[in-house]
T-cell receptor, first 114, second 115 residues
Framework: AQSVSQHNHHVILSEAASLELGCNYS??????LFWYVQYPGQHLQLLLK??????LVKGIKGFEAEFIKSKFSFNLRKPSVQWSDTAEYFC????????????FGTGTRLTIIP | GAGVSQSPRYKVAKRGQDVALRCDPI?????LFWYQQALGQGPEFLTY????????KSGLPSDRFFAERPEGSVSTLKIQRTQQEDSAVYLC?????????????FGPGTRLTVT
């Protein structure tokens, strides 16, 4: 069975600080990996995705993530956060063929202090 | 273009009542998913359709939960004899295939409160 662990439940940073949110997964096969973001009062939006190839993927709003297969990790990073990055961030894993259902982590709440 | 829409956005039901939640996927998206999100948790998979075929219902928590997508477009999630533990946000997503994989697009959810 698939599982996803997000170790940081709530992260508080000042503007311009660097961000790294952890994500580890467990899955017995080749995976597709995703980060979703949920801004206050809005629905889940896709931030970035990894299917194959270059393990460093870039997404919207300056976010990037690195897939490290040996560590079963897909950490999200941003060099300099903004107040508008305040949101809930979810890591998700899915199979790369057949059933596309996603398994999500419990989420990390990010609060940026101006 | 239009995204995934869900109705109602909020639903309050008395314990024991039946409820029906509707999802309108993005036009042309073949795959449709239902997830349940409890407070403080990530979304959890309930069921998956490809066109009108329900290919996976392994996440439905009990036989009180039933989903359909009769014409391969709009889907309805029905919960019979609601219980307090059914209180959650129910999310619908539709998916499109892209090079190498797929992308799921989520609706705003229906917040169900069972009193």
């Amino acid at each position: 069975a698939q599982s996803v662990s997000q170790h940081n439940h709530h992260v508080i940073l000042s503007e311009a600080a660097s961000l790294e949110l952890g994500c580890n997964y467990s899955y017995g096969g080749t995976v597709n990996l995703f980060w979703y973001v949920q801004y206050p009062g809005q629905h889940l939006q896709l931030l970035l995705k990894y299917f194959s190839g270059d393990p460093l993927v870039k997404g919207i709003k300056g976010f990037e993530a690195e897939f490290i297969k040996s560590k079963f990790s897909f950490n999200l990073r941003k060099p300099s956060v903004q107040w508008s990055d305040t949101a809930e961030y979810f890591c998700a894993v899915g199979s790369n063929f057949g059933n596309e259902k996603l398994t999500f982590g419990t989420g990390t709440r990010l609060t940026i202090i101006p | 273009g239009a995204g995934v829409s869900q109705s109602p956005r909020y639903k309050v039901a008395k314990r024991g009542q039946d409820v029906a939640l509707r999802c309108d996927p993005i036009s042309g998206h073949v795959s449709l998913f239902w997830y349940q999100q409890a407070l403080g948790q990530g979304p959890e998979f309930l069921t998956y359709f490809q066109n009108e075929a329900q290919l996976d219902k392994s996440g439905l928590p009990s036989d009180r939960f039933f989903a359909e997508r009769p014409e391969g477009s709009v889907s309805t999630l029905k919960i019979q004899r609601t219980q307090q533990e059914d209180s959650a946000v129910y999310l619908c997503a539709s998916s499109r295939a892209i090079a190498g994989g797929y992308e799921q697009y989520f609706g705003p959810g229906t917040r169900l409160t069972v009193t």
